[in-house]
Each structure stands twice: as structure tokens, then as C-alpha cells.
């Protein structure tokens, strides 16, 4: 039988402590149920990893808005803190929707599956839940230490996708909606669907440390990309342009678009010509 109410798996990759995640529990509460499993510690840019881990799950009590929250954490990423909860927690009522976020920092361009962040909503995706991962800029010394965030416009969109998702079935092919979010965004401004921008959004580089014999540095990252140079249509663009909320449409599906049957012709006849293929 269906409960009455619908169920969010609420997660993220910043930590069960992270206000973003009781801002996401906040937006989710006045629509259902939630059930949330996160991280212990800080896992951003774990994307969809699954590193060993001891599989401890405790329990904790969130306050979310003067409102106690029953929650769980494991030492984990943020992909295997969704797997173990829905193998412990959710084996008889899976939920409705996942929600991963809200993150301190974007998450745009190529270097999304680097992200904790949606790989946590990839991983909700392919157990079969509709999953939405939401991303808040913020100043770049928060993205590991979180500082003092206005959640308003974030709680705002967060519900209103995660209702959005309730009330409709997402075409084939659409697995995680990404939504980013401005930090001068509002409750009225407007959202687009986007595409994946291919370029990366962050520069990374090493800041150099040490003498002698020592190579290498610590790796640091900035946003790298000039706004002249973006193409229209895609989550960077929008996000850094037009300044609006972007949604990105995801699939589990990376297989290129391109004629598959032309592209094994091609390789074959590659192949063929230079004497190389296949003996046999």
C-alpha cells in the first residue's frame, strides 16, 4: 500500500553538519516525508566514487528550523551513503524523489561528474529514483569550510523542482535535473533548461610549495572561463550571463550521439587499410 505522503532521500556531499543540507530538509518537510542519509565529513568532489569504507551508520538528530530531524551518517561518499541508505533504510517504501544539496559552490560545465554533489543524484538515478541535485553559488573559501549563506532563494527553487518532480514523470532519458543557483537570484527570477556546457568551468593549477627535491604543489582551482567565449544555451552561459537559475537536464546514458553504426565502419575500414585489423 502507498503512503500517503511521498518520501525524500535527502543527501549531499558536504556533510551531514552542512546548513545546506538542513536548508534542503527545510524546503522538503511541507511536501512529505524525508529520510536523510549524508556523509559524516566534507566529501566534495568525490563524484560518484565508492571508496572502502567501515559502514558504521549513526544516527543523529537534525534541528531543521526549531524542528527535530531524525537523520543518519556514515564515513563515506556521498554516491554510498545513498547506497547503504536505501539498502538499510528504504527497502520497503523506496522513495519518490532523491534530493542532493543545497551545495555550497556550483556545479557547471564538463566538471560536473567530478562532483560530489551529482554523484550522489547519478547514484539515486540509477537505483531508479528521480533526483535532483542542487547547487548555490557561494564565495570560493566555502566550498570546504561553510560560512554564513542566505538558503531563502535556494529553499525556494529546491522545493520547487522537488514539487515539480512529484507532479510530473520526467521524459526518458532525464535521470537528475541540475539546478544552479546565482548567489543574486531571487525567488522571482527565472529558471531555463539548459544544456551541459562541454568547456570546464574551474581552472585548476598548483600552487607550488617547498624546495629541494620536492615536485608538485597543492592543486587549487578558480573559475577559468571568459563569458565572451561561452555558448549560448548551456548551464555556464546562463549561469554567468544571463544570471538566471539553470537547469540541466542529466542522463545515466553518456554514450556519444553520434551514428553508431557509421562510427564501427569507419574504425573498421581504419582498421583494414592500415593492416592492423584483426588477423582471423
Same mark, same amino acid.
Given at each position: ?10 543527501? =549531499?556531499?558536504? #556533510? ?6 538542513k536548508?534542503?530538509?527545510? &524546503?522538503?518537510?511541507?511536501?512529505? %516525508? ?12 568525490m563524484g ?5 569504507? %567501515? ?14 530531524? @531524525?537523520?543518519?551518517?556514515? %564515513?563515506?561518499?556521498? &554516491?554510498?551513503?545513498?547506497?547503504? #541508505?536505501?539498502?538499510?533504510?528504504? *527497502? ?8 542532493s544539496?543545497?551545495?555550497?559552490? /556550483? =556545479? ?7 562532483? #560530489? ?15 535532483? &541535485? ?25 522545493? !520547487?523542482?522537488?514539487?515539480?518532480? !512529484? ?12 539546478? %544552479? ?5 531571487t525567488?522571482? +527570477? ?6 551541459l556546457s562541454? *568547456? ?15 615536485? #608538485? ?7 577559468g572561463?571568459?563569458?565572451e567565449?561561452?555558448?549560448?544555451? +548551456?548551464?555556464i ?21 553520434v551514428?553508431l *553504426? *557509421?562510427?564501427?565502419? /569507419? ?10 585489423? /584483426? @588477423?582471423?
Amino acid at each position: 500500500m502507498r503512503a500517503s505522503k511521498p518520501l525524500f532521500f535527502v543527501t =549531499n556531499d558536504d #556533510g551531514i553538519h552542512s546548513p545546506g543540507l538542513k536548508a534542503a530538509v527545510q &524546503a522538503l518537510l511541507p511536501l512529505g %516525508d524525508v529520510l536523510v542519509v549524508a556523509p559524516t565529513h566534507q566529501q566534495t568532489s568525490m563524484g560518484r566514487s565508492m571508496p572502502p569504507t %567501515d559502514g558504521v551508520v549513526h544516527s543523529i538528530t537534525l534541528d531543521v528550523d526549531g524542528q527535530p530531524v @531524525q537523520a543518519y551518517h556514515l %564515513d563515506a561518499s556521498p &554516491a554510498l551513503a545513498v547506497l547503504y #541508505g536505501i539498502l538499510l533504510f528504504a *527497502r520497503d517504501r523506496m522513495p519518490d524523489v532523491l534530493v542532493s544539496g543545497i551545495n555550497y559552490g /556550483e =556545479n557547471l560545465g564538463s566538471g560536473v561528474t567530478i562532483s #560530489g554533489t551529482v554523484g550522489a543524484a547519478l547514484q539515486g538515478a540509477s537505483m531508479g529514483i528521480p533526483s535532483l &541535485a542542487v547547487s548555490l553559488e557561494t564565495d570560493h573559501a566555502f566550498h570546504y569550510h561553510h560560512g554564513e549563506v542566505q538558503w531563502d532563494t535556494a529553499i525556494h527553487f529546491t522545493r !520547487l523542482f522537488a514539487r515539480k518532480m !512529484l507532479a510530473c514523470e520526467l521524459p526518458f532519458d532525464v535521470d537528475v535535473l541540475k539546478v %544552479d543557483i546565482p548567489s543574486d537570484a531571487t525567488e522571482q +527570477t527565472p529558471w531555463k533548461i539548459t544544456r551541459l556546457s562541454r *568547456r570546464s568551468y574551474y581552472t585548476s593549477f598548483l600552487a607550488e610549495e617547498g624546495e629541494g627535491p620536492r615536485f #608538485g604543489g597543492r592543486l587549487v582551482y578558480r573559475v577559468g572561463v571568459r563569458p565572451e567565449e561561452l555558448e549560448p544555451g +548551456t548551464d555556464i552561459y546562463a549561469f554567468l550571463v544571463e544570471r538566471v537559475v539553470s537547469v540541466t537536464p542529466l542522463s545515466l546514458d553518456m554514450t556519444s550521439r553520434v551514428d553508431l *553504426r *557509421r562510427l564501427e565502419e /569507419e574504425l573498421k575500414e581504419e582498421c583494414a587499410s592500415s593492416g592492423k585489423g /584483426e @588477423q582471423g
